[in-house]
């Protein structure tokens, strides 16, 4: 499974549409803390397969997308459950930190 890219103009139709639910990076190219987890975040849609899609919204393309769940810390994590989003993740430490929220968050 591969890491989907969200824009405003996709939002409704991979996110808000979806089947299963979507987890939702929030990022900047910039963004050094996001650079340093990269490699987890890559990892994610293969450990979800079947579970969950995980996406990615660049806030410096999608600002009104951060705007729309008050993202202002990045890395920030939202997953959204048929249309609604759930409690934000904010600069997770390692995936066994992703992997405890998401079993919280019943995936």
Request: aromatic share 8%.
């Amino acid at each position: 499974m591969a890491m989907l890219q969200i824009t405003k103009e996709n939002y409704q139709e991979l996110v808000e549409q979806s089947a299963q639910p979507v987890l939702l990076e929030f990022w900047a190219p910039w963004c050094t803390y996001c650079r340093r987890i990269a490699g987890v975040v890559a990892k994610l849609p293969e450990a979800y397969a079947g579970r969950a899609a995980v996406a990615q919204v660049n806030i410096d393309e999608q600002p009104e997308l951060a705007q729309r769940f008050s993202v202002d810390t990045i890395p920030s994590l939202i997953l959204v459950k048929n249309g609604a989003a759930g409690e934000k993740l904010v600069a997770p430490g390692s995936k066994a930190d992703i992997d405890a929220w998401m079993q919280a968050q019943s995936v």
